[in-house]
C-alpha cells in the first residue's frame, strides 16, 4: 500500500488507496470504513 492519496473534503480526511483499485476502500477521521464501486 506504497500508493494512496490524502484529501481533505468537509473537514474530514479521506484516505484512498490506490485509485486503480474497484472497489475504492475510503475510511473518514471518525475510523469508519467505506467502499465506493
Do not use: A
Not at 3 to 16: P, R, V, Y
Not at 23 to 33: A, E, R, S, T
Amino acid at each position: 500500500m506504497e500508493n494512496f492519496n490524502i484529501d481533505q473534503m468537509e473537514g474530514k480526511d479521506i484516505i484512498i488507496l490506490d485509485k486503480k483499485l474497484t472497489p475504492i476502500l475510503v475510511g473518514n477521521h471518525d475510523g469508519q470504513i467505506f467502499l465506493i464501486n
